[in-house]
T-cell receptor, first 114, second 113 residues
Framework: GAGVSQSPSNKVTEKGKDVELRCDPISGHTALYWYRQSLGQGLEFLIYFQGNSAPDKSGLPSDRFSAERTGGSVSTLTIQRTQQEDSAVYLC????????????FGPGTRLTVT | GESVGLHLPTLSVQEGDNSIINCAYSNSASDYFIWYKQESGKGPQFIIDIRSNMDKRQGQRVTVLLNKTVKHLSLQIAATQPGDSAVYFCAEIRMGSNYKLTFGKGTLLTVNP
């Protein structure tokens, strides 16, 4: 079956522009997670969804970051007024529910802000 | 604050040798500890987890050890193969309503043929 997919795979944008990153989780997975990975660094937890709700938004770096999930499936991460420090790989993962340890990761979206 | 970190950023081993990757953590409230493998250009892949009330768990060619006294976690890979070359991350999970998964910075494992 299909794994987690993300689009676009690469995005180059100018500072100040808005970007929207998309995540398609594994079918049937109710939990969805967003992470950010800077070059040579570990993964920084951003937000997770259980169904359409996001119990914890504390990981979002600033109010320029937002995420939504509709229909319990696809999720979008939006970054407004992008800054150069937003450049990173944004990874999405899903799991059957939030009570599991195993998350299935997508390939990520590499965002470059020039 | 909470943190999960690694003792060594790189590890180089010969094919067939055993590898040991270490990790230190600071949050005693974690429910599980996990190891992930990340190959270049790919997302992390789950390897094995261990519940916080356990000391050892074995998988296929991998063993995870948890020492809660010194807050230390290790991943042992037996008979390391070239395909094991990757960055390995330890992570901790806090379950429940305040669910959170925190990753360490990663160790680059290189297996020499």
């Amino acid at each position: 079956g299909a794994g987690v997919s993300q689009s676009p795979s690469n995005k180059v944008t100018e500072k100040g522009k808005d970007v929207e990153l998309r995540c398609d989780p594994i079918s049937g997975h109710t939990a969805l997670y967003w992470y950010r990975q800077s070059l040579g660094q570990g993964l920084e937890f951003l937000i997770y969804f259980q169904g359409n709700s996001a119990p914890d938004k504390s990981g979002l770096p600033s109010d320029r970051f937002s995420a939504e999930r509709t229909g319990g499936s696809v999720s979008t991460l939006t970054i407004q007024r992008t800054q150069q420090e937003d450049s990173a790989v944004y990874l999405c993962a899903s799991s059957p529910h939030s009570g599991t340890t195993e998350q299935y990761f997508g390939p990520g979206t590499r965002l470059t802000v020039t | 604050g909470e943190s999960v970190g690694l003792h060594l950023p790189t590890l180089s081993v010969q094919e067939g040798d055993n590898s040991i990757i270490n990790c230190a953590y600071s949050n005693s409230a974690s429910d599980y500890f996990i190891w992930y493998k990340q190959e270049s250009g790919k997302g992390p892949q789950f390897i094995i987890d261990i519940r916080s009330n356990m000391d050892k768990r074995q998988g296929q060619r991998v063993t995870v050890l948890l020492n809660k006294t010194v807050k230390h976690l290790s991943l042992q890979i037996a008979a390391t193969q070239p395909g094991d070359s990757a960055v390995y991350f330890c992570a901790e999970i806090r379950m429940g309503s305040n669910y959170k998964l925190t990753f360490g910075k990663g160790t680059l494992l290189t297996v020499n043929p």
